[in-house]
């Protein structure tokens, strides 16, 4: 599973990277993608296989796919499942939801007996 939060402020979710990279055209991909992670945490980064070209008056698309980007990173999952506004399908909320508990619980433990 992938999570792209999206310019709308909406988590996306795809089944694969490759999907992700099949659903927004390559014109759009750099501005429309704000984060790409996946269900574990793992960043992915757009990767040019060619770039797009635009002319004065015309534009071609180029073509791109999403590559693992450096260590995974469950609280910039956290972060990004938290900023979100909507998901979309908005089937998959609830597993997103449960998704953030979890990390929150992982990554911020609640303070023990006179800790605060």
Do not use: C
């Not at 992700?20 to 040019?48: K, N, P, S």
Request: no cysteine.
């Amino acid at each position: 599973m992938i999570i792209a939060l999206e310019e709308d402020k909406v988590l996306h979710v795809y089944a694969s990277a490759a999907e992700a990279a099949f659903e927004v055209e390559a014109l759009d991909a750099a501005e429309t993608f704000l984060a790409v992670l996946d269900g574990e945490g793992q960043r992915y980064a757009i990767r040019w296989i060619w770039p797009n070209v635009r002319g004065w008056v015309s534009a071609r698309n180029g073509e791109y796919e999403f590559v693992p980007s450096g260590p995974l990173d469950r609280a910039g999952l956290l972060a990004m499942l938290r900023s979100s506004l909507l998901v979309d399908p908005p089937e998959l909320e609830a597993s997103l939801r449960a998704l953030e508990a979890r990390l929150a619980r992982e990554l911020e433990p609640t303070p023990g007996p006179g800790e605060e």
